[in-house]
């Protein structure tokens, strides 16, 4: 059974950083496009960044751009978000997800995720 697992999130002051893992089992990891999203409070879920099967490119969603790094590491089935410069309104419960249709395109929709991790919680304090 394919399963994904995020860690890593918490309560952050403004400007302050943290860096989110996703660890994933089963063949669900290694040959996909891998993705963050989130979701804020009685908002929907938003596309953060997403990264192709083996790295080599990434795309971010223009409000996390030059703050967030996404990497994975496919020899450890794990995929990070590394968050910093953070603002209240990054405050969401963060999903790791796998696109096991994709091997580099760099989808953003949700619809295009067929697996997804439990959240994890990232709180920005002013």
């Known amino acids: 059974q394919a399963q994904l697992v995020e860690s890593g999130g918490g309560l952050v002051q403004f400007g302050g950083s943290l860096r989110l893992s996703c660890a994933a089992s089963?063949?669900?990891?290694?040959?996909?496009?891998m993705g963050w999203f989130r979701q804020a409070a009685g908002k929907e879920r938003e596309f953060v960044a997403a990264?192709?099967?083996?790295?080599?490119?990434?795309r971010y969603a223009d409000s996390v751009k030059g703050r967030f790094t996404i990497s994975r590491d496919n020899a450890k089935s794990t995929m990070y978000l590394q968050m910093n410069s953070l603002k209240p309104e990054d405050t969401a419960v963060y999903y790791c997800a796998a696109a096991s249709r994709y091997l580099n395109t760099l989808v953003q929709r949700v619809g295009e995720y067929d697996y997804w991790g439990q959240g994890t919680q990232v709180t920005v304090s002013s």
């Open positions: 990264i192709s099967w083996n790295g080599g490119t990434t």
């Open positions: 089963g063949s669900i990891f290694s040959r996909n496009t």
